[in-house]
């Protein structure tokens, strides 16, 4: 990893005001994407449109909330000279903001082969593991990306078609832990009419129209295929486009809001019982939704490593309805949990067999995760390159 020192500002700001996308970074900052006076923010700038409007936007607004901007880019040795002109570009943009800027170039397919990634999740993870690095060397305390309005439309699309739960109907968060996202408010039309007029140039690239890819396919053929079918736009209409990303936002926000009260009411739930038993009484009058939530964060708490699927949560809910002792039911990593009375035990793998025990309440109480921020891995198909 390498970067470039750059002198102090320039007394005169050389690039003009993004009038829609400064103040949507101005909510962001003094909302979810707040932080302390003097922290150190990483941006993660690939040359395009979003991640190109988000740094000048931040470099614009920093000095009034006191942060420090480091840009950071990686080459994925996959693209050519195509990726070279895009590190090019991203530099340049850098020296003119006077922002520092840390690069690498690794060879992402040997990388994904060592360690079995493949496809444009495999890239998502390698780009997540740089990030994180670039930010731990420059002492970032957050990571902001470049996802906007319309990412979070074809996000809440790709989730539809996995079945997604409450969870994952809520889109995008502003802010994950160390990463930000504090262009959700505004959509590729804000960002490309911004850029347009302040004469700022960006780079396209190309894998973005790889059929191949879910979310290519849904941006460039199913949403102007919903877009038709809705009689509200042409198809490749820009502003039908627009306003159906501002409404799915909007939407999204308030899914986010309920799933905060049902998350806050399946904590209490989820908090009845110990280590590796959940009491069952106060699950069993609860709304479905809130059901759901709190086995699911019984089963976060128990650090098992592998989430639940549509399936293994269908097997948990037959147990609390059953009424009665009732199990195993296989669960992921070779966990398995047994209806026993009124509590539902959960068995590590290789523990003694749950036909032989007895419900025996450990000292150890399930408890809520701590609230130290951590790095928490954004779901499947919510990054693409900015």
């Not at 991203?90 to 006077?98: D, I, P, Q």
């Not at 490593?305 to 147990?319: K, M, N, P, Y």
Request: proline fraction near 6%.
């Amino acid at each position: 990893m390498s970067g470039v020192r750059v002198p102090a500002p320039p007394p005169t700001w050389p690039l003009a005001r993004l009038r829609r996308i400064e103040p949507a970074l101005r909510a962001a900052l003094r909302g979810p994407c707040r932080l302390p006076p003097g922290a150190r923010l990483l941006v993660a700038v690939s040359g395009g449109a979003d991640s190109t409007a988000l740094l000048v936007g931040l470099a614009r607004i920093a000095k009034e909330f006191d942060v420090r901007l480091i840009a950071a880019h990686l080459h994925h040795g996959l693209r050519g000279e195509e990726a070279d002109g895009d590190l090019t570009q991203v530099r340049r943009l850098c020296r003119t903001l006077c922002v520092p800027l840390l690069t690498a170039r690794w060879d992402t397919r040997r990388r994904m082969r060592e360690r079995g990634l493949s496809g444009q999740d495999g890239l998502r993870r390698l780009r997540r593991e740089f990030l994180l690095a670039a930010a731990n060397r420059s002492g970032a305390s957050a990571v902001a990306t470049g996802h906007h309005a319309d990412d979070q439309l074809e996000t809440l699309l790709a989730r539809l078609l996995r079945g997604a739960g409450l969870q994952g109907l809520g889109g995008m968060s502003p802010r994950r832990g160390r990463w930000l996202k504090p262009l959700l408010a505004v959509t590729r039309r804000d960002i490309e009419t911004d850029l347009r007029q302040a004469d700022l140039a960006w780079r396209e690239d190309s894998s973005n129209r790889d059929p191949r890819y879910l979310r290519n396919r849904i941006r460039n053929e199913a949403i102007p295929a919903l877009l038709r079918a809705a009689g509200v736009g042409a198809e490749g209409s820009e502003l039908a486009r627009a306003r159906l990303s501002r409404r799915v936002t909007a939407s999204l926000r308030q899914i986010r809001q309920a799933r905060r009260l049902v998350s806050a009411e399946a904590k209490r739930l989820a908090r009845s019982g110990s280590a590796y038993f959940l009491d069952l009484g106060p699950l069993s009058d609860a709304p479905a939704v809130v059901r759901n939530a709190a086995l699911r964060l019984a089963w976060r708490w128990l650090r098992a490593g592998v989430g639940l699927t549509a399936r293994h949560l269908s097997g948990l809910e037959a147990l609390v309805r059953s009424g009665r002792a009732r199990g195993p039911v296989s669960l992921p990593g070779g966990w398995k949990a047994s209806r026993q009375g009124e509590a539902l035990h959960f068995e590590r793998p290789g523990s003694q067999s749950i036909a032989s025990t007895r419900p025996k309440l450990s000292r150890q109480p399930l408890r809520a995760p701590s609230n130290r921020v951590r790095s928490s891995p954004p779901r499947r198909g919510d990054e693409r390159r900015r």
